[in-house]
C-alpha cells in the first residue's frame, strides 16, 4: 500500500489517526493537500503489508481508497520483471514467438483411443497431448480418471509420438506420481485456489499450468501463481478457461479480456482453453481463433476422435478432422498477429 486518498471533507482529526496508525507501524506519513482532496504518500518497505493490513486502512474514517503501487502478487508482476518469461519443455518453448497447441481428450479412456488421438493432433501441428487420469467431476459417479494407469498410458504415448504430457493434479498425495509421468503439471479450475497443492507443486520444478478458477478475478489468477512461485517454481502458465457468469447459453463465458490484461500485468505466458470455456464444440474454433488474434501464448483444446462415446465433456470435443481445419485458420491468424503455430 503506498497511497492513500482521503474522502474530501475528511477531517484532520481522521487525519491524524491515519498518520498515528502509519507510524505505528513504521511508516512514515507524506501529507499532500490539494484543493479537493488531502492525498497520503507511505513512506518505508511497503511491500511487506498484507492485504489485509491494507484494507484495514481502507476501512478507516476518512480514507476513500487505499492504492498500492506494490502489487499483491510480486515475483508475478511485470514491475518485479518487466521481460516475458519463456518456459523450456523439451524442445518446446512456451510465452515465445511460437503458439502452441495442447490437444488430447478430457480424459484418459484407454491406451488405442489415446494414441490415435495423440497421433492425428501431432499431424495437424499440435506439441503437447492432454488427458486427465485424475478426473474433478461434478458427480461423484460420474468416471474418476484411470488413476496411474492412464498417467502410465499417457507416458506410452509420449513415447510414441514425442509429444510432451500435460495432465491434473488434483491432490498433493499424488504428486510424485505425477512428476513422475507428467511433462506439465495441470492444476484445474477448482483447485485454483487449493493453497496447499499450489504449495506442493510450487516446491518442485515441473512446469505448472494453472487454470482461472470458475469464480476468480485475474488478480485471484495471479495471487494463486504466486503461491507457486513464492516456493520457488517460476515455471507458471496462465490458463483462462472460461468463468461463471449469468449467461446459460455457454458452459462458461470465456473472458477474453483476460489475455491481454494479463499481457499488461505479468510477465508469465498465458494460455486459452476454449473448450471448457464455451463447452460447445462449435464454438471452439471461433474462440480459439479470437484467443490467438487476443495475444494469446497457446490453446487447450480437447479433441476426441469419438466425441459421442467420449466419457466426459464429449460435447465439447473436436473431432481430429474438425481439428486439423482449425490449425490450419490458426496458422494464418497467428501470422497476422506476428506469431507462428
Ligand atoms: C480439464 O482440463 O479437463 C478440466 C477439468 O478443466 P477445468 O479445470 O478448466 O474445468
Ligand atoms: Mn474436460
Known amino acids: 500500500m503506498d497511497i492513500i486518498v482521503l474522502r474530501p471533507g475528511a477531517s484532520s482529526k481522521e487525519l491524524h489517526n491515519i498518520t498515528k496508525k502509519l507510524e505505528s507501524k513504521g511508516f512514515k506519513a507524506n501529507i499532500s493537500k490539494g484543493t479537493e482532496r488531502t ?89 503437447f497431448i492432454r488427458g486427465g487420469a485424475f478426473k474433478p467431476r461434478t458427480s461423484p459417479y460420474s468416471f474418476q480418471g484411470l488413476g496411474e494407469e492412464g498417467l502410465k498410458i499417457l507416458a506410452e504415448v509420449r513415447k510414441k509420438t514425442g509429444l510432451p504430457v500435460v495432465t491434473e493434479l488434483m491432490d ?38 494453472i487454470k482461472r478458477g470458475l469464480s476468480a478475478t485475474i488478480k485471484e489468477l495471479l495471487m494463486a501463481a504466486e503461491y507457486i512461485m513464492a516456493q520457488g517454481n517460476n515455471n507458471v502458465i496462465l490458463c483462462e478457461r472460461g468463468i461463471r457468469t449469468f449467461e446459460t447459453e455457454t458452459r462458461n463465458t470465456l473472458d477474453l479480456n483476460a489475455v ?8 508469465l505466458p ?15 474454433a471461433p474462440m480459439a481463433k479470437a484467443a490467438i488474434a487476443a495475444g494469446a501464448d497457446g490453446l487447450m483444446i480437447e479433441v476426441h476422435t469419438n466425441p459421442a462415446d467420449a466419457l466426459s465433456d464429449g460435447e465439447q470435443s473436436l473431432k481430429p478432422t474438425k481439428f486439423k481445419a482449425l490449425m490450419k485458420e490458426l496458422k494464418l491468424i497467428a501470422k497476422a498477429v506476428g506469431r507462428e503455430i
Request: include cysteine; aromatic fraction near 4%.
Open 39 to 127: 492525498v497520503i504518500g507511505v513512506i518505508g518497505d511497503t511491500s511487506k503489508i498484507t492485504e489485509e493490513e491494507s484494507s484495514a486502512f481502507e476501512a478507516m474514517p476518512g480514507v476513500e481508497k487505499v492504492h498500492r503501487i506494490i502489487k499483491p502478487y510480486k515475483l508475478a508482476s511485470k514491475d518485479f520483471k518487466p521481460e516475458k518469461t519463456t518456459i523450456k519443455i523439451g524442445e518446446n518453448i512456451i510465452g515465445g514467438k511460437k503458439i502452441h497447441v495442447i490437444a488430447g481428450p478430457c480424459a484418459v479412456e484407454d491406451k488405442a483411443t489415446l494414441l490415435k488421438i495423440a497421433q492425428e493432433v501431432k499431424k495437424a501441428g499440435a506439441t
Open 172 to 209: 498433493p498425495r499424488d504428486i510424485y506420481l505425477i512428476l513422475k509421468y507428467a511433462d506439465v503439471i495441470q492444476i484445474g479450475a477448482r483447485n485454483m485456489q487449493n493453497f496447499r497443492l499450489l504449495q506442493e507443486v510450487g516446491s518442485h520444478n515441473k512446469p505448472v499450468i
Open 260 to 267: 491481454p490484461v494479463l499481457k499488461n500485468l505479468t510477465h
Open 270 to 284: 498465458v494460455i486459452v482453453d476454449p473448450s471448457h470455456g464455451t463447452g460447445k464444440w462449435d464454438l471452439v
